[in-house]
């Protein structure tokens, strides 16, 4: 858990990796009791464990957590830090979910507490 342990959720002055950002944000959907999965593209592995992840169905460019919600609807967050940027797999990734009329957010934050809030007020605007 890095920097959550450490540090305050709210305090800028951390250098919050995306990861951070996307537990944090994991955890308050749990308190919320909402129903999501979380991607592991962005963890390392060997040429083997891509290889067979890819085999498997892992594609590169999908968004870091799956939200579901009621009436059929997904929305997709991808998390980035402050400094983060999208890349071009991410990029077309997201075209592509958007064309099938998904919901795509790129949640860009400086600390983890912002980020739950963002994320938090997503789902509340897709469950009016």
């Given at each position: 858990m890095g920097n959550l342990v450490k540090h305050e959720m709210d305090d800028e002055s951390v250098h919050?990796?995306?990861?951070?950002?996307?537990?944090?944000?994991?955890?308050?959907?749990?308190?919320?009791?909402?129903?999501f999965a979380g991607d592991q593209n962005g963890l390392p592995t060997s040429?083997?464990?891509?290889a067979l992840a890819k085999m498997a169905?892992?594609?590169?460019g999908?968004?870091?957590?799956?939200?579901?919600?009621?009436?059929?609807?997904?929305?997709?967050?991808?998390?980035k830090t402050i400094r983060?940027?999208?890349?071009?797999?991410q990029l077309q990734?997201?075209?592509d979910?958007?064309?099938l009329g998904h919901f795509v957010y790129v949640v860009k934050e400086p600390t983890p507490l912002k980020?739950?809030?963002v994320v938090e007020s997503i789902v509340l605007y897709h469950n009016m």
């Open positions: 919050w990796t995306e990861h951070d950002l996307q537990v944090a944000v994991v955890q308050r959907l749990r308190r919320l009791d909402i129903l040429k083997r464990q891509a169905g892992m594609t590169a999908e968004p870091d957590i799956r939200i579901y919600l009621p009436g059929g609807k997904i929305v997709f967050v991808e998390m983060g940027s999208v890349s071009a797999a990734r997201h075209r979910l958007a064309e980020a739950q809030d």
